[in-house]
């Protein structure tokens, strides 16, 4: 099956930086590219995701970028608020397979 | 438009008893994804479902472990005699198609075994 990386597995932040965390994925075919936050004691909530005919994609504070290239995607928010501190997961699809993820970011925005 | 629906939230079983989890997909969702995720760690897939029939199983241990999504009625992740291992929180997700279509979580059943 797909292989993905994720990093960093943690990452702080002060209020109003920046924060970008990357994947990288094994199979060429993989062409749908999901990023999810999960909140303590939830379930993962989709925030964006990326087709592989799309080069970037931009939803207020957050982007996704796709590199297909070299097989690695990442997750930028920017102007980073208390509330976005949780856990991020990246994920892969190739074809009508399942969904495979990243080990997850714990992301902790300090005040 | 509710979203997907996963009971129990919570559920304690003694080792060696059946636990049951059902998932309700989103309205007009006919794919069903589950995943166990153990504390501090990441999703791992279990098994991908269709109504009716079963795509991907190769996620879910051959013993113990079933999974259904009959034709009417929620999908049903059933463990059979339960061991402290199987202790976890399992997710389940819905989509509406099989190819680059978003997937969508439910919050999970917290399975504990003692």
């Known amino acids: 099956g797909e292989n993905v990386e994720q990093h960093p597995s943690t990452l702080s932040v002060q209020e109003g930086d920046s924060a970008v965390i990357k994947c990288t994925y094994s199979?060429?075919?993989?062409?749908?590219f999901p990023w999810y936050k999960q909140e303590l004691g939830k379930g993962p909530q989709l925030i964006i995701d990326i087709r592989s005919n799309v080069g970037e994609k931009k939803d207020q504070r957050i982007a996704v970028t796709l590199n297909k290239t070299a097989k690695h995607f990442s997750l930028h928010i920017t102007e980073t608020q208390p509330e976005d501190s949780a856990v991020y997961f990246c994920a892969v699809q190739t074809g009508a397979n399942n969904l495979f993820f990243g080990t997850g970011t714990r992301l902790t925005v300090i005040p | 438009n509710a979203g997907v629906m996963q009971n129990p939230r919570h559920l304690v079983r003694r080792r060696g008893q059946e636990a049951r989890l059902r998932c309700s997909p989103m309205k007009g969702h006919s794919h069903v994804y589950w995943y166990r995720q153990l504390p501090e760690e990441g999703l791992k897939f279990m098994v991908y479902l269709q109504k009716e029939n079963i795509i991907d199983e190769s996620g879910m241990p051959k013993e113990r472990f079933s999974a259904e999504f009959p034709k009417e009625g929620p999908s049903i992740l059933r463990i059979q005699q339960v061991v402290r291992g199987d202790s976890a929180a399992y997710f389940c997700?819905?989509?509406?198609?099989?190819?680059?279509?978003?997937?969508?979580f439910g919050q999970g059943t917290r399975l504990t075994v003692v």
């Open positions: 199979d060429s075919a993989s062409n749908y």
């Open positions: 997700a819905s989509s509406g198609g099989a190819m680059n279509t978003e997937a969508f």
